[in-house]
């Protein structure tokens, strides 16, 4: 397994659009959301398709852009699809299934990041779609992590310390992302914002950390 650049950038902008068309369907945001969300996932994949994405890469960049000119069901499915393409990138150029965990972990844990502002705005909105995305990142961060770790991380060396560590916080600052939510009172949306930034970081971190700690493994199978 290579530590590509390419690869990372895919990932995240897999995991960016596919979490922003479930939000989309979920209709709990106006179109704001949307062109944030929208706008972000087409950014990524530029980036995933200038580092050696190639064409599904550019594909899936241009799907997320058009989203924001067609109504929210429309929206979804382009959306859907610059994921899937995005995927297909992935699939070509990596490990499919740490691909698509790192792809959950990044695109739940951004989005929650991401929609979190919504909510800062106007917290009267449902809480349940922020509960749902951190429960899919942390899900995803941990077994991203376990499965490194099963493909043989090596947790004594300096990246795979940073590895564990990141990925332990990550996983930490998620469950104190899900507790906030349940806190009534505005504070608990803004502390609840405040820390998946901070899991957006360690997520990111923990994601490169670990695929450069086993990227000299030799026939790394999935």
Do not use: C
Not at 150 to 173: H, R, Y
């Amino acid at each position: 397994m290579n530590l590509d650049p390419a690869l990372i950038m895919a990932m995240w902008a897999a995991g960016l659009s596919i979490a922003a068309a479930v939000v989309v369907w979920w209709r709990v945001v106006g179109t704001g959301y949307l062109w944030l969300a929208a706008g972000t996932s087409a950014g990524f994949g530029i980036i995933a398709a200038l580092s050696g994405g190639g064409l599904p890469s550019w594909l899936g960049a241009i799907s997320a852009a058009l989203a924001v000119f067609v109504p929210p069901v429309g929206a979804t499915v382009l959306l859907g699809l610059g994921g899937v393409a995005h995927l297909s990138s992935i699939a070509m150029n990596g490990p499919i299934v740490l691909s698509l965990l790192g792809a959950a972990s990044l695109g739940g844990i951004t989005s929650e990041m991401m929609l979190g502002h919504w909510f800062l705005i106007d917290p009267r909105l449902p809480r349940w779609s922020l509960h749902r995305l951190a429960a899919i990142g942390g899900a995803a961060a941990a077994l991203d992590a376990t499965a490194l770790i099963l493909q043989g991380a090596d947790l004594s060396s300096v990246t795979g310390i940073a590895f564990i560590s990141l990925a332990t916080t990550t996983v930490l600052l998620l469950v104190g992302v899900w507790f906030s939510l349940k806190e009534p009172s505005y504070t608990g949306v803004m502390a609840a914002t405040g820390l998946s930034y901070l899991a957006t970081l360690t997520a990111v971190g923990a994601v490169v950390a670990g695929r450069a700690d086993v990227s000299n493994i030799a026939g790394f199978p999935f």
